[in-house]
Every structure is written in structure tokens, then in C-alpha cells.
């Protein structure tokens, strides 16, 4: 069974960090893209960033703030994000797709975790 659990979500000021992580079990994932979306309440799911064959790809809004980063013997990926900004608010959810390339649209991914809250206050 295939599943991605996600850890590190949470409340955070302004200008803070936060570091995401995904834990994928149930296949290996060498092959797969791994990356992650958000989702604001009222918003459609918005890519942030994915990881594919040792590259990296990100949404206009995080570019230069958030950094990817995949540890494939363990199965992980991992969301740096620095610079926190209100607008940053959102459910974030790490997902994983078979498709080569660079995957960015939300049914383009086959696997979802849970989601995980992370709230940036003014």
C-alpha cells in the first residue's frame, strides 16, 4: 500500500522558516516526481515545487524562498521555507507522480499525504 505522511507544519511569524517533511512507503519512489502543493481555504490547489531525476522545479510565488530537496534512500522529500509570508497560509500537501518531465498540474500526480496546516501570522 502506498502511502506519503507528512510532518512539520505549524504556526510561525512572519520572516520565519519552516521545514516540510515527506515520507513515502509502500514502492520505492527513485523514479517518481515528489513534490508539493497548497491549498488556502476558497483557493484552488496551487503547485509549489517538485523534484525530478536530480532537478528541481518551482511555482512563480516561492521561487528564491522554498527549496526542495529528496533523500531517495530514504524515501523523503523535503520542503525548506524560508522567508514566511502571510500569504504563505495554507494546507501543503506532498504528492508523488509516474509521469517523466516536469509535472506541475495537481491531476498529474497519483499519490497524496494527508496535508499539513502551516499558518504564517503579521
Same mark, same amino acid.
Given at each position: $500500500?502506498? $502511502?506519503?505522511?507528512?510532518?512539520?507544519?505549524?504556526?510561525? =511569524?512572519?520572516?520565519?522558516?519552516?521545514?516540510?517533511?515527506?515520507?513515502?512507503?509502500?514502492?520505492?519512489?527513485?523514479?517518481?516526481?515528489?513534490?508539493?502543493?497548497? $491549498?488556502?481555504?476558497?483557493?484552488?490547489?496551487?503547485?509549489?515545487?517538485?523534484?525530478?531525476?536530480?532537478?528541481?522545479?518551482?511555482?512563480?510565488?516561492?521561487?528564491?524562498?522554498?527549496?526542495? %530537496?529528496?533523500?531517495?534512500?530514504?524515501?523523503?522529500?523535503?520542503? $525548506?521555507?524560508? %522567508?514566511?509570508?502571510?500569504?504563505?497560509?495554507?494546507?501543503?500537501?506532498?504528492?508523488? %507522480?509516474?509521469?517523466?518531465?516536469?509535472?506541475?498540474?495537481?491531476? =498529474?500526480?497519483?499519490?497524496?499525504? =494527508?496535508?499539513? =496546516?502551516?499558518?504564517?501570522?503579521?
Amino acid at each position: $500500500q502506498v $502511502q506519503l505522511v507528512e510532518s512539520g507544519g505549524g504556526l510561525v =511569524q512572519a520572516g520565519a522558516s519552516l521545514r516540510l517533511s515527506c515520507a513515502a512507503s509502500g514502492r520505492t519512489f527513485t523514479t517518481y516526481a515528489l513534490g508539493w502543493f497548497r $491549498q488556502a481555504p476558497g483557493k484552488e490547489r496551487e503547485f509549489v515545487a517538485a523534484a525530478n531525476f536530480g532537478n528541481t522545479y518551482y511555482g512563480d510565488s516561492v521561487k528564491g524562498r522554498f527549496t526542495i %530537496s529528496r533523500d531517495n534512500a530514504k524515501n523523503t522529500v523535503y520542503l $525548506q521555507m524560508n %522567508s514566511l509570508k502571510p500569504e504563505d497560509t495554507a494546507v501543503y500537501y506532498c504528492a508523488a %507522480s509516474r509521469l517523466l518531465g516536469f509535472p506541475r498540474g495537481a491531476s =498529474q500526480f497519483d499519490y497524496w499525504a =494527508q496535508g499539513t =496546516q502551516v499558518t504564517v501570522s503579521s
